[in-house]
């Protein structure tokens, strides 16, 4: 008798301080309180290590001549044109262009760091 009574108190307790959950968002842009865009945007600059200042295309190595010799060579020949099919190699970039259903495709690869890049141009 003294453990049925013990354990009727016990589910009369648990079942007293059960709720259902809810979740509710912070970010606004998933239906959050829009109050909250000013301080996660502070939060998040406040977080961010990087600056403009800090950026630095000779970092890249072979990558910041891309828009001066395989870039430049697209751009003349997209006007009336496409790209030259097959592989080629400048420096110590290699890059690949061939047609697919998805549009124009050009894979290129840095032979020295092992770096893989790949640009589609859709069919227009």
Same mark, same amino acid.
């Given at each position: 008798?003294?453990?049925?009574?013990?354990?009727?108190?016990?589910?009369?307790?648990?079942?007293g301080?059960?709720?259902?959950?809810?979740?509710?968002?912070?970010?606004?842009?998933?239906?959050?309180?829009?109050?909250?865009?000013?301080?996660?945007?502070?939060?998040?600059?406040?977080?961010?290590?990087?600056?403009?200042?800090?950026?630095?295309?000779?970092?890249?190595?072979?990558?910041?001549?891309?828009?001066?010799?395989? *870039?430049?060579?697209?751009t003349?020949?997209? *006007?009336?044109?496409?790209?030259?099919?097959g592989?080629?190699?400048?420096?110590?970039l290699?890059?690949?262009?061939?047609?697919?259903?998805?549009?124009?495709?050009?894979?290129?690869l840095?032979?020295?760091?092992?770096?893989?890049?790949?640009?589609?141009?859709?069919n227009?």
């Amino acid at each position: 008798m003294k453990q049925l009574i013990i354990i009727l108190i016990f589910s009369i307790c648990s079942s007293g301080f059960a709720q259902q959950l809810t979740y509710t968002p912070k970010n606004p842009a998933f239906g959050g309180d829009p109050f909250n865009y000013t301080w996660m945007l502070n939060s998040a600059n406040a977080q961010n290590p990087f600056s403009e200042d800090q950026f630095d295309v000779e970092q890249f190595g072979d990558f910041a001549n891309f828009d001066n010799t395989f *870039g430049n060579q697209f751009t003349n020949q997209f *006007g009336t044109q496409t790209p030259e099919i097959g592989t080629s190699r400048n420096g110590n970039l290699e890059y690949e262009v061939y047609e697919s259903t998805q549009g124009l495709v050009i894979n290129i690869l840095d032979i020295t760091t092992g770096e893989y890049t790949q640009i589609i141009i859709p069919n227009g």
